[in-house]
């Protein structure tokens, strides 16, 4: 009689870029940003949601609201707001605590008060970080006006994540305006998000954010918005005479964490495990924007090993958020 091949239990999944709408802070958006198709998808965080993680095998969703949540706002509105966002996601979690986990919202406008939120949300209501979206009132995220959220997270040694939102409106006319009728996903997740979360990610480096705080942690998504790809041309420019000192590669690696969401791609997953480790890389779907089946799928067919898809898929995660 043969012996029957060993069973594996199915690895844990946990998801890093999972989107939810509060009620009270969605109702501030915009026509666009409202997402009439989505809306319900995002405000629903308990039956239709848990189902379809059931079916796709997700296991665990660290809940983030969407953008551009509280960025758009001025500090006076966002402060009160983001704290009872942060309540209510609270809430959620408490009332599924074996399935999600959260980032937290800031009132990034106020950055004072938005590091004190961050470690409120942290200390009292056991977040994981925070996430930030796209531009401040207008403003990349490495301004030095916003640093005292960066001090907070590396005292609270949590991370921060960066994530795209709409961008400049000047950017969208100059860049992709002759094109939006046709591909209205030329200024979204399609090319402008990309570019603009780059930006922020290459800007934060050139700031010298890094050189202040040496352990911050900072999380990208769609495998670091195409920077591993670009990694060895932008140190070897950025070291050309003319330009100050700088080790962008090596601050990049040390600094960044990268999740999977919305960029379910082989080539594009091999380039990023070669540029950044296989320790740097978390898995993410990017729900409700785009479903959970495929995301689960992918990883069950990528070309690594055992060992390195479960630190994707919850070991990393495991890690860097201490769950
Ligand atoms: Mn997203």
């Known amino acids: 009689m043969s012996t029957p091949p060993p069973t594996h239990p199915r690895p844990q999944v ?3 870029e999972e989107h939810y709408f509060d009620p009270e802070l969605s109702k501030l958006f915009d026509g666009y940003e409202a997402q009439p198709k989505m809306g319900p998808r995002l405000l629903d965080l308990d039956h239709e949601r848990i189902r379809l993680m059931d079916e796709a095998g997700v296991d665990i969703q660290v809940l983030s609201h969407a953008a551009p949540a509280t960025h758009r706002l001025d500090g006076a509105t966002a402060v009160p707001i983001a704290r ?4 209510r996601l609270r809430e959620t979690i408490a009332r599924h605590p074996s399935r999600f986990a959260g980032f937290a919202t800031l009132p990034a406008a106020d950055p004072q008060a938005a590091a004190d ?4 949300a942290v200390v009292e209501l ?17 301004d030095k006006r916003f640093w005292p959220i960066f001090e907070r997270a590396q005292a609270l040694d949590v991370p921060i994540y960066i994530h795209p939102s709409r961008p400049n409106p000047v950017v969208i006319d100059a860049y992709y305006k002759d094109y939006v009728k046709e591909f209205p996903s030329i200024t979204n997740a399609g090319w402008g998000f990309g570019v603009e979360t780059a930006t922020q990610a290459v800007r934060l480096v050139l700031s010298r954010v890094f050189e202040t705080y040496p352990k911050l942690k900072i999380i990208c998504g769609h495998l670091g918005e195409g920077l591993p790809f670009l990694l060895w041309r932008i140190d070897m420019t950025m070291s050309r005479s003319g330009n100050s000192p700088l ?8 600094h960044f964490w990268l999740t999977t969401s919305g960029n379910f791609s082989h080539s594009a997953l091999l380039c990023t495990v070669m540029e950044m480790g296989i320790d740097r890389i978390l898995f993410g779907i990017d729900y409700p924007y785009v ?4 995301g689960t799928a992918w990883m069950q067919e990528v070309p690594l090993c055992t060992e390195d898809r479960e630190k994707i898929l919850n070991g990393n995660a495991k890690r860097l958020l201490r769950m």
């Open 14 to 16: 946990i998801a890093l």
């Open 84 to 87: 009872r966002v942060n309540d």
């Open 117 to 120: 939120e961050l470690e409120r």
């Open 126 to 142: 056991g977040m994981k970080g925070a996430m930030v979206h796209g531009l401040t009132q207008g403003l990349f995220i490495d």
């Open 247 to 254: 080790y962008f590669r090596e601050t990049f690696r040390e």
């Open 291 to 294: 479903e959970n089946a495929p």
